[in-house]
Nanobody, 128 residues
Framework: VQLVESGGGLVQAGGSLRLSCEFSGFTFDDYSVGWFRQAPGKEREGISCINRDGRVAYADSVKGRFSISSDNAKNTVYLQMTDLEPGNTATYFC???????????????????????WGQGTQVTVSS
């Protein structure tokens, strides 16, 4: 199992980025996928997730600005981020499986074998 994030970078406040999470070793039929972020000195937080049927959830802090989507044929999940703020600066990770329930429940869970899978992260830096 592997998850690989891409799309991070440096952007000015008010700008946009689209992150990608390409995964292998499982499909959406197996597990849902979530996006998480961790800023320096802060705990990791769940920000969005998507189920195989397209149901999604968002943290309150990103609702209306971030949008999650998936391309099941490509085993890829996207996170479109708009109107970025300096406070969004963090390393962004995708992970699976997740317990994903709207409007805002985004929790990493274990597989039946007790595993949780994380990508290596992609850095997003928003300058003021």
């Amino acid at each position: 199992v592997q998850l690989v994030e891409s799309g991070g970078g440096l952007v000015q406040a008010g700008g946009s980025l689209r992150l990608s999470c390409e995964f292998s070793g499982f499909t959406f039929d197996d597990y849902s996928v979530g996006w998480f972020r961790q800023a320096p000195g802060k705990e990791r937080e769940g920000i969005s997730c998507i189920n195989r049927d397209g149901r999604v959830a968002y943290a309150d802090s990103v609702k209306g600005r971030f949008s999650i989507s998936s391309d099941n044929a490509k085993n890829t999940v996207y996170l479109q981020m708009t109107d970025l703020e300096p406070g969004n600066t963090a390393t962004y990770f995708c992970a699976s499986p997740t317990f994903c329930r709207g409007p805002s429940l985004i929790v990493v869970v274990n597989t039946q074998n007790g595993n949780t899978y994380w990508g290596q992260g992609t850095q997003v830096t928003v300058s003021s």
